[in-house]
T-cell receptor, first 115, second 112 residues
Framework: DTEVTQTPKHLVMGMTNKKSLKCEQHMGHRAMYWYKQKAKKPPELMFVYSYEKLSINESVPSRFSPECPNSSLLNLHLHALQPEDSALYLCASSQTRAGGPDTQYFGPGTRLTVL | QQPVQSPQAVILREGEDAVINCSSS?????VHWYRQKHGEAPVFLMILLKGGEQKGHDKISASFNEKKQQSSLYLTASQLSYSGTYFCGTRGEDTGRRALTFGSGTRLQVQP
């Protein structure tokens, strides 16, 4: 089973709203990722969690706040977003064996629209 | 640093072959290939690790030339289902940095 699930599938929010995106995997992967993808562009890395600890933050604005409550769950809290933050937000997970392949499996994404 | 993919777009007839290239200016640990259909998530195709190798399944294969830091994806006898955008994702030799940098993508359209 290589399934990563994400909820919600679609989200429309105003610039003053607070919302959260959720990602879940049950493959025993200990690395989880958030990517942002604009139309016709490649995914851009936002955050990486390894063993529930934040290991990479790609200088993402503080209006995006990640959280990893446990090894299976990854959240992205959104607050005071801008219209240019509208995009497809992808979650991915991978194994963390040293020296081994670290294939990232992507969830279906959340299509976010900020009005 | 973002890998460079070529071509940017290609149109094929069913049954034709295609090659998509991915090159990096830095030493790589691994190259990952994905296909993404419109409105869907990227789907993993294959991974090639440092050491130079070739992999394949069905009519899709890939190679990794470590000396040139280049990878190529080979699609043979293309099918309509091969249509989509192909991304290569690269991971540098800093194995402590567990992250992929994606190329700009190659849009592949297979026509009947």
């Amino acid at each position: 089973d290589t399934e990563v699930t994400q909820t919600p599938k679609h989200l429309v929010m105003g610039m003053t709203n607070k919302k959260s995106l959720k990602c879940e995997q049950h493959m025993g992967h200990r690395a989880m990722y958030w990517y942002k993808q604009k139309a016709k562009k490649p995914p851009e890395l936002m955050f990486v969690y390894s063993y529930e600890k934040l290991s990479i933050n790609e200088s993402v604005p503080s209006r995006f706040s990640p959280e990893c409550p446990n090894s299976s769950l990854l959240n992205l809290h959104l607050h005071a977003l801008q219209p240019e933050d509208s995009a497809l937000y992808l979650c991915a997970s991978s194994q963390t064996r040293a020296g081994g392949p670290d294939t990232q499996y992507f969830g279906p994404g959340t299509r976010l629209t900020v009005l | 640093q973002q890998p460079v993919q070529s071509p940017q777009a290609v149109i094929l007839r069913e049954g034709e072959d295609a090659v998509i290239n991915c090159s990096s200016s830095k030493a790589l640990y691994s190259v990952h290939w994905y296909r993404q259909k419109h409105g869907e998530a990227p789907v993993f195709l294959m991974i090639l690790l440092k050491g130079g190798e070739q992999k394949g399944h069905d009519k899709i294969s890939a190679s990794f030339n470590e000396k040139k830091q280049q990878s190529s994806l080979y699609l043979t006898a293309s099918q309509l289902s091969y249509s989509g955008t192909y991304f290569c994702g690269t991971r540098g030799e800093d194995t402590g940095r567990r992250a992929l940098t994606f190329g700009s993508g190659t849009r592949l359209q297979v026509q009947p």
